[in-house]
């Protein structure tokens, strides 16, 4: 046998090249460092919250102009916010909870994979014209940021604050 019938085509080295890329993507999705994706306790935003805890519900519009309403929300520690959301806008958005670290390097992920989906509790994804929440309970005094990571979307001002206070 020949020694070039021992090496991998071209072909299958980029079919090894694309998976390993796939499997990033995947990764990238998955939980991130912060902690906040699968109940491996309070991240520095707090934890995901549990239905029958809710302390209140606040509803979010996802609006055109790449706007969240209201950008600003107030709540006081230890409360478990059910965010109702709604996207009224002609195109797919995104409502992220995270630090502004966390934010900014997914904000890079979804810039390299803009179709990603997710299934993490401080986010979601909705088409126009669609409703969905998150359940998020604050358990830090601190500001907890907020933004859509769609390409573009978080550079165009998509992103707001909850601000957590003391009891």
């Not at 939980?31 to 509803?59: E, F, L």
């Not at 990603?116 to 409703?131: F, T």
Request: glycine letters at 10%.
């Amino acid at each position: 046998m020949k020694f070039s019938k021992l090496l991998p085509s071209k072909s299958s080295t980029l079919v090894a090249i694309a998976l390993l890329a796939a499997a990033s993507a995947a990764l990238a999705a998955g939980a991130h460092g912060g902690g906040h994706g699968g109940g491996h306790g309070d991240s520095p935003i707090g934890k995901p919250g549990v239905a029958s805890k809710v302390s209140r519900t606040v509803h979010v519009e996802m609006a055109s102009g790449m706007r969240f309403k209201p950008s600003e929300i107030k709540v006081k520690k230890g409360e478990t916010i059910r965010f109702v959301l709604k996207n009224t806008d002609s195109v797919k958005h995104e409502f992220s909870l995270g630090t502004q670290q966390e934010l900014l390097e997914h904000y890079e992920v979804m810039k390299k994979f803009p179709d990603m989906e997710h299934d993490e509790p401080n986010k979601i994804s909705l088409a126009p014209g669609k409703q969905g929440e998150v359940i998020w309970q604050f358990t830090k005094t601190t500001a907890v940021d907020f933004a859509c990571l769609h390409p573009g979307h978080f550079d165009a001002g998509m992103k707001g604050q909850v601000i957590v206070a003391a009891k």
